[in-house]
Structure formats: C-alpha cells, structure tokens
C-alpha cells in the first residue's frame, strides 16, 4: 500500500567486507581531499581501532591533519568547539569518525562549525536550517549500532542549558560509511547486546510509525532479519565475523529506515529516561520497546502482526493464527530481551537499570517535549507515559 | 488491573503476555479474556493433547472487591472431551491469590519434560519438581503444598489423562471438558500463587455501597436468601420433579418415583452437618456433609441427580460418598455419570456386556477408581459418551452435545433448554445454555413445550450468562434477576401474566435487547444484574446493561469463532436423537425438543447465516475483526 506522498533519501555510499577499511585512501581521493581530520574517543584508541585504520592508510602517503581523540560519551558542545578549533588549525579538508553515535554525531556537530564558518552551533539547532555544503565526511561506526552513519540526525548536548539538541538536516550524511567486522569484533556481550536492540528498535519503530514508506520498510525487514539471525549468535561468540558484520549491516539499515520514516514514543521515552536516569540508551530502548508496542497495539497490529514474520521466522508465522500474530510479535521481543538477560546481563525492566520510581514522573515530563513523540501511530499523552513507564519499572 | 504471564513449560520461559487497555475493554476478564487469548494462539488442527495447546487461567475485575459471590476465576482450554472450546468456572481461592500476586491471567503452554508444579509469587514463577506429589489425590495433593497459598491442583483422573479430569481449587472445581486431562498431559501438577497486593478500585466509597446494596437484595430474595442457602442446588430436584426435567434412566424419562430420597431436603435433614460456600459469598449454597468421619463437600444438584434418579439409584448416602472419592480423584461428576448411566444402558441393549446396570450400586465405587485409573471398562468409561457411543453403538442415547455430557434436567420438558444445550459453546453444559430451564419450570413458568420466543430469549439468557462470568460472578446470584415475588407466588395472576407474556416476548427481546446496539441502552438495572453497577464502580469502565450484553454476545460469538476455526460446523449444534425424535411422555405429542424449528430462529437472532457461522456484518459491529 503506498503513502500518498513520501520522500527517501540516502546517498551514502556503503561499503561492507572483510577489508573494506582499506578503501579509504581511494574514497579520500575521489573526494579529492588529502588532510582529513579524524574523530574518535579514547575508548576507540585504547581498543586499537584507531591503530587499525590508520594502518589501512599508512602506505597511501596520505597525511592525516590531525586526530581528536576526546569526544565524551553523549557528545558535546565543548567538544564540537574544541575539534572544529583544532580543524581549523591544522588545515584540514575532511573528516573521518571512527566511533559509536557520540562520535559520529559530533563529527556532523564539526562539519556544521566548519562549513557554516560559525563559532555558535546553537543557531542551527532544528530542522533543515542548514545552508551550505558540508567537509566531504567518511563514517566508521564501531558499534552496531545508532545507525548514525547514514541518518540525517545529529544529537549533541548542550551542557550549559542541560538538554539534548538535534540538528536535522540532509546535508549532514557522510559521504561514505565503511562496515568492517575488525571495528566491532571485540566489542564486549553487554554493549552487542544493547546496540543491537537500539537497531531492532528503530527497525521497528520505522516499520510502525506514521512516516513510513516502502524503501524505509524494506530496510527496516531487512534489519529485522539480521538482527533475529546474528544477535544471540553475536553475544554468546563474539569473534564470529560475519556475525558482527551482519549486525553491522543492520544497524545500518535500521538507521537508514529510520533516517526517513522516524521513530516514535520509544525514543521519545527512552531520550527522557537516558537524560533523567543516565541509562544506557541501546538498552533503555530495549526494556521500554514492548510496553509501547502494548500501548501502540490497537492501532499498529497489522504492522505488527507482519513484523512477526521477520521477527520469528515462518515456522512461528504459521502456527499463530492471524488475530494473535501482532501480540505474539510483542511476545518475541520480551523474550528476546529475556535470552539476552540471561546471556549477558542485560537488563529488563527499569527498576533493573537502576531507575527510581520517583524519577518516572520527570522522565513522563520530559519525554512530552521530544520530538519523537509526534510520530508514534497513536498519540501519547503524559498519564499514557507515566501509565507505560510504569509497566515498564 | 495486573499483568499476565505466560509460562512455557518446554522452555521454562515466563514472559509478560501483551493484555493492553482495549482488550480489557472488549473483553473484560474471565473466560471471554481466555477466549480472545486462544482465539489469538491456537491454530486450526491442534491437538488438545499437544504441547501446542494453551491453559488460560483468567480472574475478572470483580475479584477481591468483595462484591457478593466474586471468587469465581476461569480456566479455559482446548477440550480433549469435545475438541472445541471449553471454559471451566470454578469458586475456590486460587483467582483472588492469583490477584494478590498481581497478575490477572496465567497463560500456560508447551509440556514439561518432568513432573512439575508451579509457584506463582509476586516476583515472578518458579518450577518445582512435582514427584513426590504425583499419584496424590486432590486433597492430599493440597494439603502437601500447604500454607495460606492459593492452589490448583489434579489428582489420579488428570494424571492419566481421563478426558473430563477436573482441576480443584480448596473443594471447588473447575470440573468440565477435561481441563485436568490438559494438566496432566503437560506433566503439570499444580500451580499455586502467593501475593500481598491490594486490588485499586476506580470509586472505593462507592464500591461499598453498590456491594451492600446488592447483599441485601440477595439476602431478601426467597431462592438467594432463604432456599439456596438452605438446601443447596439441591433445592432445584423438586422443581425438576414437578416439572417432569429431572432425567432419569440415561434421560429416557422426566420423573423418577423416589426423587425425595435423593432430593435437596432430605439432604439437609439427614446428612447436612452445615452450610458453606466460596469465599466473599453471600448465598452460601455449598453442602458440608459427613464421608469416614471427616467433614467434607457435599454433592450439587447436578450429582445428585445423575448419580441419583439417572441410575435409578435411591441411595444417597452413596452419592455423597461418591461424590467425595470422585473429587478425591479429580474428575468430572457430571460427565462420569452421564457415562456410567451410557454403559448402563449398553449393557441392557446388549451391545456392550460390561456388568452395570440401572439400580445396580454395589461395583461402582470400584469403576470410578478404574476410570480414575483406566483399568479395565474404566479405561473405555474415561473416554466419555460420545467416543463410547462411536465404538459400541447407541449414539441416539449418548446424552451429550457436542461431545460433553448433559447435565440432570432432562429438556424434552423444557425445549428451549434443549435449544441452548445444543448451541452452548462448550457442549452440554446447561449454564452455557443460558440455563432457560429457569425460565421454563423451576423460577418462572413459560410454556415449556413451545418453540415461540425460545431462539430470543435463549441468546439473551446465555449472552447474560456469558457477561456475568466474564465479570467474575457466580451464577447464583442471578436467580435474583426474577423479582421474588414472582417466584414466592407461581399461581398469582401476575406471574401467570409474566409467563404468557415471556411466550411472545420473542420479537421484542430480538428489537429492544439482541439487535439494539449497546449504547442505546445506557442503563443500570439494580435488580436485573447489579453486575454492571458493581463493574463500573469498580473498573471505571462504562459498564451498564448495553454495553454488558454486548460483552457477552461478544464473548459467545468469540468462542464460537474458535470452535469454528477448530472444525464445528452448524450440524454440530444437535442433540443426541432421543431428545429430539423419542416422546418423553406417548401421551403428549409436544414432549420432545423441536430443535430444528428453534435452530432457525436462533440464528436469525443471533446474525448467524444459516450455516450458524456469524456474518461479517455482527463480527465488525462486535469488533472481533
């Protein structure tokens, strides 16, 4: 059934393999640049990551401008000042970001410094308020993931007014992203886990809410499909390579379904609590994904009821009558989340995370001002938000 | 309003089962949430005895809001008797327990690769092995898990998968269609549940006065206040004598000659040490009779009269006895007997020689421990009628519908009972039939023999009855529904009137109540179900009488729609052939059940084609798709 009208938009050159970080040099020369400056965080550095790329780059006799290495967890303006500063002094021309959605982010966060020639980020907070061509920019996400690498989203934090700022913008896709399996291999089971259910949450979440479109849904099942193939395999047996170049891919499709079709209350809710509670964001996502899709189901089960299909396989498909199928969507993810406490840890309600329960109210509070919130298939008032953060503690 | 779990024993996995707002709304709770729960899970060509089949446990909102007679909980599965729905009611704690752990429903499925029972607390399920429980009876079953937990529990008869095994619940069960047999299939052994949680009200104050409003209705109504408590279910024998319902013989007859040895009163007099009844109750109908020395549960109505004048037996004392070993042993005493009274008959036919006779009492203490045990004839009896009836022959007279044994009230005097009988849901059951022989005989007295009016009020009664269950209510109660008046004075010229007016009352029940939609009947009716007053205050739910009878056309058309998906098709709504082709009395031409006449009004009221599948147009308006 087609929308009556719908845009999709990813220019992103994808390149996925076993190598693929050894394309950088030609990517950097088709671009026609030669000094990128390169994004990362310390936790990318002390795991070798940066070491293995810039061996991919060392016989290409390109020189790399410089390297900033301090991005903090959930990003910053600081640090978006600081690296654009060091951008600007070391003459760069491009940029590469060799890390999670913090760091990828804040290199969109320097792109936008640098090409609008601004020292006031602030001013471009919002949507398509951008004017000029950004720095040719590459993506490497070490994490699967945000699916920053190929969304047209950047969320940087603004610590002096304590909030998330999003900058929204098509301009702000890279120009390439490259999936190697070295950059998540050693990723620890806790944060495969957590990742991959950030993925399967905008997966869903594209595939059910009100700006969705066909190329986002045939992203989004492709996502799906992955993720039900490759997490548990991925968490129990990390050094299994195409399993976390698979999850790779589906971040990466999640975050391209999404990128266009948006996400809905689970972000808007998971945003609030990971502000108000400091929660990890991929397994706050995680824990509050069934309660919503409970709160969605009158509206979004036949959306549901398909997902099922990718979420479970066919054998499961079949042997659920079709009335039962949206329900038993919701069921698979709880028991996915189970499997995955089990394995790892991960937690599944929020009292486990470490929530209180005299948070929810803010969180409720906070969550009605997030942008998100307006693309959920069903309107979600603050006593819905509370009644489901409830169920979710 | 708590969550529901759902337990897969093959995986020991337990999850949260989505049960969202709407779904409450639509469905209330109790056996038409159960319904929806198997409509969504249970594929066409499951086998009841399969790991693929799901036990819905489900309480009602009117649990623990200690509404008049509110203890009661339902659990709903795939009938390995019938092969289609059945729902089975039951009055013990374990519902109100289960509440307090904070859970509304337990939905169990898979099969547990040992022998197992489960612990439902407030934190969640816990699988115990359950070996030095098997093989216990029921009570002893319960008295091992001990403490002040609720408990299900089944004994030898669901063990051995006899086909109408009960599941108890203190001395109450959820007796029909072989829930036990299910349990027993997935090596389940019981479930208990503990819990500390209070029920929220949507008007506390409130909720108190609608309860002592109801009390008192209940306490000055001559059958809830005065009979029922007095003689128990029982008291209805002399009612079902009178009117010539009271099957005897395998229902070959309406009367039998020494009714008053195994009545309600002589019960009372001769082996009644007290009253008593479910928690929250009011009515209090349960027997509490003398079996070896200990003070144990007295035989309902139902037993007594299949165990009694079905058998041609006039020994009480050896119903009550039964009555005892057959819950010890966990199975169904309708259904038991309804087989008991078939072999009978066989054995007089000739087709079968298996040793039982009509009046013969002295082996069938032996047979029912066989049947619990399927030993010899007893594994044959286990089957039930109808698959007796295929391999040995009189199906005219294997007196059941559907599959599941008709209970004592014989409906060729009370034909609209036979209609319901033959389109309830789960079989032979008289409440799912809308229990009309309250209408024909033993409350009001419309004419029985007519088949004017019967499809209308038939769907009304059993749409009723459907509501009242989901809500969590006995059906005691109900009998307050028909002012006392009427039924204190059965000769006064109003009652008189009441009745002629209930024969051609038909077309106004379809205009004002079946075919009118729910919201143009805003009402709350405080004598003819307080249910829906009791509900609102309780839920905050828009609960009157509109809306309530369509909660229960919605659950009946719900379960049928499941049975349909699961095979029936509209010649399973029959009666076996001596209800419908023999005269109960020569002398009368009108003492069988017509039931093809009513089948078509029927029908017509309920917005079934003729092939009894509701059409598209109903399902839309009941939101069922």
């Known amino acids: 059934m087609l929308p009556l009208y719908y845009e999709f938009y990813n220019p992103v050159k994808i390149i996925s393999g076993r190598k693929a970080l050894e394309n950088i040099p030609y990517?950097?020369?088709?671009?026609?640049?030669?000094?990128?400056m390169i994004v990362t965080d310390k936790g990318v550095v002390d795991n070798g990551l940066l070491d293995i790329v810039l061996n991919c780059m060392k016989d290409s006799g390109l020189a790399i401008g410089v390297i900033y290495a301090e991005t903090p967890p959930d990003s910053s303006i600081i640090a978006v000042n600081k690296a654009a500063a060091l951008f600007r002094d070391n003459a760069c021309d491009s940029i590469i970001a060799v890390g999670g959605g913090s760091v990828i982010d804040t290199a969109k966060g320097i792109n936008i410094v640098i090409s609008e020639e601004t020292d006031d980020i602030i001013r471009f907070v919002g949507a398509e308020r951008l004017t000029k061509i950004q720095k040719p920019f590459i993506a490497i996400p070490t994490t699967s993931g945000t699916g920053s690498e190929v969304t047209l989203v950047s969320v940087i934090y603004n610590p002096d007014k304590n909030v998330k700022m999003?900058?929204?913008?098509?301009?702000?896709?890279?120009?390439?992203?490259?999936?190697?399996?070295?950059?998540?291999?050693?990723?620890?089971?806790f944060l495969t886990a957590a990742t991959g259910m950030d993925a399967l949450t905008h997966a869903v979440e594209a595939y059910s809410c009100l700006q969705k479109n066909p190329l986002s849904d045939a992203h989004a099942i492709a996502a799906i499909t992955l993720i039900r193939d490759n997490l548990i395999e991925a968490v129990?047996?990390?050094?299994?390579?195409?399993?976390?170049?698979?999850?790779?891919?589906?971040?990466l499709f999640a975050g391209a379904a999404f990128s266009n079709s948006m996400v809905g209350s689970v972000h808007g809710l998971g945003h609030a609590t990971g502000a108000v509670a400091h929660t990890h964001h991929g397994m706050t996502m995680a824990i509050i994904l069934p309660h919503v899709m409970?709160?969605?189901?009158?509206?979004?089960?036949?959306?549901?009821?398909?997902?099922?299909?990718?979420?479970?396989g066919e054998e499961i498909y079949i042997k659920t009558p079709a009335p039962g199928r949206a329900k038993k969507a919701i069921e698979t993810i709880r028991l996915m989340n189970q499997t995955l406490r089990d394995i790892c840890g991960m937690s599944v309600t929020l009292s486990q995370a470490g929530v209180k329960e005299d948070q929810l109210e803010e969180i409720a509070r906070k969550a009605m001002g997030d942008g998100s919130m307006m693309f959920n298939p069903i309107e979600m008032e603050y006593n819905d938000a509370l009644r489901v953060l409830k169920s979710a503690f | 309003m708590g969550k529901v779990l759902k337990v897969d024993l093959t995986t020991k996995q337990v999850i949260e089962y989505p049960w969202t707002d709407q779904?409450?709304?639509?469905?209330?709770?109790?056996?038409?949430?159960?319904?929806?729960?198997?409509?969504?899970?249970?594929?066409?060509?499951?086998?009841?005895?399969?790991?693929?089949n799901y036990i819905v446990i489900t309480t009602s909102p009117l649990n623990g809001s200690a509404a008049p007679s509110s203890s009661r909980f339902n659990m709903s599965t795939l009938s390995p008797l019938t092969g289609f729905i059945i729902s089975s009611n039951c009055g013990g704690n374990f519902g109100l327990h289960l509440k307090r752990a904070g859970y509304d429903g337990l939905v169990i499925t898979?099969?547990?690769?040992?022998?197992?029972?489960l612990e439902v607390t407030e934190t969640g399920v816990a699988f115990h092995n359950a070996d030095n429980l098997w093989g216990l009876t029921t009570s002893k079953t319960q008295e091992e898990l001990g403490g002040k937990t609720g408990k299900l529990v089944i004994g030898p008869g669901g063990e051995n998968l006899v086909r109408y095994a009960g599941v108890f619940s203190q001395e109450r069960t959820a007796g029909r269609g072989g829930v036990g047999a299910v349990m027993g299939y997935k090596n389940l052994k019981a479930v208990t549940a503990t819990g500390t949680k209070k029920p929220e009200f949507w008007k506390p104050e409130k909720v108190r006065k609608v309860n002592l409003s109801w009390v008192k209705l209940l306490k000055n109504h001559d059958l809830t206040g005065d009979k029922l408590p007095k003689y128990g279910s029982a008291y209805l024998m002399k009612g079902m004598q009178k009117h010539s319902i009271l099957a005897t013989h395998n229902f070959k007859y309406g009367q039998y000659k020494d009714w008053e040895m195994c009545s309600g009163h002589t019960l009372a007099k001769d082996h009644l040490i007290k009253n008593e009844g479910c928690v929250t109750c009011t009515v209090q109908c349960a027997r509490a009779v003398e079996v070896n020395g200990n003070k144990v549960k007295g035989p309902e109505l139902e037993t007594l009269g299949?165990?009694?004048?079905?058998?041609?037996?006039?020994?009480?004392?050896?119903?009550?006895?039964?009555?005892?070993?057959?819950?010890e042993l966990g199975i169904d005493t309708i259904s038991v007997a309804g087989s008991v009274a078939l072999a009978m008959e066989l054995n007089e036919n000739g087709l079968w020689n298996n040793g039982l006779e009509f009046g013969k009492i002295d082996n069938l203490t032996q047979l029912f421990e066989d049947i619990a045990y399927r030993r010899g004839i007893g594994n044959e009896l286990a089957e039930g009628t109808k698959r007796m009836s295929e391999k040995f022959g009189g199906k005219a007279y294997a007196i059941h519908a559907k599959g599941l044994e008709i209970a004592a009230y014989e409906p060729r005097s009370a034909v609209g009972h036979g209609l319901g009988l033959a389109t309830a849901n789960r079989?032979?059951?008289?409440?799912?039939?809308?229990?009309?022989?309250?209408?024909?005989?033993?409350?009001?007295?419309?004419?029985?023999?007519?088949?004017?009016s019967k499809g209308a009020l038939v769907m009304f009664m059993q749409n009723a009855m459907e509501a009242v269950a989901a809500a969590g209510s006995c059906f005691f109660p109900v009998f307050a529904f028909v002012p006392s008046f009427l039924i204190e004075k059965p000769n006064n010229f109003i009652t008189k009137i009441v009745n002629v007016v209930l024969k051609y009352s038909g077309l106004v029940v379809n205009l004002f109540v079946n075919w009118m939609p729910g919201k143009f009947l805003p009402l709350h009716l405080p004598f003819m179900l307080p249910h829906t007053l009791a509900l609102k205050v309780v839920t905050g739910m828009n609960t009157h009488f509109g809306n309530f009878k369509d909660i229960g056309d919605r659950g009946f058309n719900l379960e049928r729609m499941f049975n349909i998906r699961m095979g029936l098709t509209a010649a399973d709504d029959t009666l076996p052939s001596r209800l419908t082709d023999e005269l109960q009395d020569p002398n009368n031409p009108k003492s069988k059940v017509p039931l093809k006449r009513m089948l078509k009004d029927y029908y017509k009221a309920r917005g079934w084609d003729e092939n009894g599948i509701p059409t598209q147009k109903k399902l839309k308006y009941l939101k069922l798709v």
Request: glycine share 8%.
């Open chain 1, 166 to 189: 999003a900058f929204t913008s098509n301009l702000l896709l890279p120009k390439v992203t490259i999936l190697d399996p070295r950059m998540t291999i050693g990723l620890p089971p």
């Open chain 1, 294 to 312: 409970d709160f969605n189901l009158e509206k979004a089960s036949e959306n549901y009821a398909a997902l099922l299909l990718h979420l479970a």
């Open chain 2, 427 to 452: 079989g032979g059951c008289h409440l799912n039939a809308g229990y009309m022989v309250f209408m024909e005989g033993l409350g009001l007295q419309m004419d029985p023999y007519t088949t004017m």
């Open chain 2, 110 to 117: 898979g099969k547990a690769d040992e022998k197992t029972w």
């Open chain 2, 23 to 52: 779904d409450r709304k639509l469905f209330i709770g109790g056996k038409t949430m159960a319904a929806k729960i198997l409509y969504d899970n249970i594929q066409a060509g499951t086998d009841p005895f399969s790991s693929d």
């Open chain 2, 306 to 327: 299949l165990l009694g004048p079905n058998l041609e037996n006039n020994n009480i004392r050896a119903i009550i006895d039964w009555n005892f070993q057959l819950d």
């Open chain 1, 27 to 36: 990517e950097l020369g088709i671009m026609q640049v030669h000094k990128p």
């Open chain 1, 236 to 251: 129990k047996n990390g050094k299994n390579e195409q399993a976390r170049l698979s999850l790779a891919n589906a971040s």
